[in-house]
């Protein structure tokens, strides 16, 4: 019996430091919100339906709220207009949070280079991922979601915590 308690705490115990288990767990588990406004909208459905199956990431919990996501892609054109809510929507999300501006709408107003677009979400927020593509094909939707995962797997929550202290003591 003793030996089976230890050979079993050796095969179950894995020490690892915190960072690591949180960013493992934050990249596999991304909770999308979609702020869909035109035909890359449905281009996203494609890439969440069984074929491309965004689920193989861990990011199939697609969100209404942005109080439950943290990653948030902005597909289709966005009006001035809609500026403002997006720009609302993204305030909404809790940190840690990510961008991805998905098709060429979406990173610079695409051929509506007019009065009534935005040209380009970066004028408004800020984009870990831009994909290119009228619309992008799902593959480079994947790999801009592989991207973030390897963005979070590299951030600390304790330099979080410093950087966060600092802008509050600097504010
Ligand atoms: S990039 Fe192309 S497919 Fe996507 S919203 Fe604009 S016009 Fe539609």
């Known amino acids: 019996m003793g030996l089976g308690v230890e050979a079993g705490l050796s095969d179950t115990i894995v020490t690892t430091r915190l960072d690591e288990a949180v960013n493992w ?21 494609s890439v969440a339906a069984a074929k491309y199956d965004i689920s193989r990431f861990g990011a199939e919990v697609v969100r209404f709220s942005p109080r439950q996501a943290d990653l948030l892609i902005v597909a289709g054109t966005i009006s001035y207009k809609q500026a403002p809510i997006l720009k609302k929507i993204y305030d909404q999300m809790c940190e840690p949070k990510w961008v991805i501006s998905m098709g060429a709408c979406a990173c610079s107003g695409g051929f509506y280079d007019n009065y009534t677009t935005l040209q380009g979400i970066d004028e408004l927020i800020p984009v870990d991922e831009y994909v290119s593509g009228c619309p992008p094909r799902p593959e480079a939707v994947l790999d801009a979601i592989m991207n973030i995962q390897k963005k979070a797997q590299n951030d600390s929550i304790l330099v979080d915590r410093v950087k966060k202290y600092k802008g509050i003591l600097d504010a």
């Open 25 to 45: 767990s934050r990249s596999y588990s991304l909770w999308p919100m979609v702020f869909g406004t035109a035909c890359c909208g449905i281009e996203f459905m």
